[in-house]
């Protein structure tokens, strides 16, 4: 089975801080994701990457950067956290060619 | 017009009943398509894949498959309250779909009641 793993299943931090959240898969996928889901906005895709050290912007990258230096591991930065950015964030994995996407089990972070 | 709709519901069926979720597409090259399970406060758990015309059926789930009108739907036969979830609907586009990614309705949440 995939396995999605995320650091963190609950994280507060302060306004201002720089954030990290890790994300590791264990099959070897290509393409790596970062959502936030936030009641009645839905999933909403932050960025993405295809490769190692390749990363492109998804809906909403404002405010977040990532770095992917090993194949199996994505980090999403909140450069200076705000409050707004108080939410559930997911990372999903997927192999290229039109396979699904597998998620972890997802970081609820509140920013104070 | 959002890419993927989904009814938002509840959609509330009684136990034992088939539950009828639908969800369409703009895309019209669009090129695979995925059904999520997300329990309250749980990640989106991935039941069915359907690539082409038709229905493809697991278990107690069918998904079915309509390009030329641009809508697939999923079936959940003899509802149970453990199926009670919001299910979201994923489309992978066409040429545009770059690194995979999916697009995601907004979710039916369904209510089995016993």
């Known amino acids: 089975d995939v396995k999605v793993t995320q650091s963190s299943r609950y994280l507060v931090k302060r306004t201002g801080e720089k954030v990290f959240l890790e994300c590791v898969q264990d099959m070897d996928h290509e393409n790596m994701f970062w959502y936030r889901q936030d009641p009645g906005l839905g999933l909403r895709l932050i960025y993405f990457?295809?490769?190692?050290?390749?990363?492109e912007k998804g809906d909403i990258p404002e405010g977040y950067s990532v770095s992917r230096e090993k194949k199996e591991r994505f980090s999403l930065i909140l450069e200076s956290a705000s409050t707004n950015q108080t939410s559930m964030y997911l990372c999903?994995?997927?192999?290229?060619?039109?396979?699904?996407?597998?998620f972890g089990d997802g970081t609820r972070l509140s920013i104070l | 017009q959002k890419e993927v709709e989904q009814n938002s519901g509840p959609l509330s069926v009684p136990e034992g009943a088939i539950a009828s979720l639908n969800c369409t597409y703009s895309d019209r090259v669009s090129q695979s398509f995925f059904w999520y399970r997300q329990y309250s406060g749980k990640s989106p758990e991935l039941i069915m894949s359907?690539?082409?015309?038709g229905d493809k059926e697991d278990g107690r789930f069918t998904a079915q498959l309509n390009k030329a009108s641009q809508y697939v739907s999923l079936l959940i036969r003899d509802s149970q309250p453990s199926d009670s979830a919001t299910y979201l609907c994923a489309v992978r586009g066409g040429i545009k779909a770059a690194g995979n990614k999916l697009t995601f309705g907004g979710g039916t949440r369904v209510l089995v009641k016993p």
């Open positions: 999903a994995s997927s192999l290229m060619g039109g396979q699904p996407q597998h």
């Open positions: 990457s295809y490769d190692v050290k390749m990363k």
């Open positions: 359907i690539y082409s015309n």
